[in-house]
């Protein structure tokens, strides 16, 4: 495979496609937010969340999905709390005033995919967490700033860690963005680090799902025996914020931004 040549550019009519996946999944993770307090647990998230997408008229990304030989995934969302870095899977755990959750959420409608996560402060949550909330949201934008034609692919992956490295923290590089269309992983994978100025050009049409996951102590995860919920090696606190983004001609367009959405 030539480097590069993999990945989709849309045509106008599939970039609407894309929005309407994208808006589906900004809106309902926003409810999924509001909903996430002391006292819920992660499975009612996942009841909410599976009532939302029939309302809508759309599908889960995630039930069922089970690549390379993993269980099938048995939820819609993925909560991940505290230590747990990403694909957390929902159950009877309440949570509680200062923890920090990760939710991730994606539909498909029309054929196209939208995957997007956030990170919830449950209650009153305490300095350093708070900081690490905003430093991976941060270095999101600073991602999504770079998602210019012209632009290199490395430049998004670089942005990340410049940010996260930049407030003392570290980038997990187990997990990457990815392409996203017809299928919710599609190429390439985006690496949340590494040297700018690499890999293919930037071009309008081209859509990623960028997902930054930063740890306040090392970068090293291990996967817990379900097979899906990823933690930190060294039991510190990690977030995890994701976008899926349309390069455009000019400011890159973020699909699964709403109204009130980071
Ligand atoms: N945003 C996550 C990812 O791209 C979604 C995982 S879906 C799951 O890896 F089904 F694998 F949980
Ligand atoms: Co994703």
Redesign the pocket.
Known sequence: MALGSSISVRTRREIERLRGAGQRVGEILLELRAAAKPGATTADLDQLARKLIKKTGAES???????YG?PA?P?VV?TSINAEV??GIPGPRELKDGDLLSI???VIHDGFHG???TTVAIGEIGDEPRRLLETTAASLDDAIAQMVPGNRLSDIGHAVQARAEGEGYAVVKQ?V??G?GRE??EPPQIPNYGPPGRGPRLKPGMVF?I?PMVNIGGDAVRVLDDQ?TAVTADGSLSA?F?HTILITDDEPEVLTRVEGSH
């Open positions: 990304s995630f039930l069922g999905y089970g690549p993993l995934y939820a993925c990403v694909h991730d959420f994606g995957d997007s996560a997990f963005g990815h996203i919710l992983h799902a997902e899906w995890h994701e």
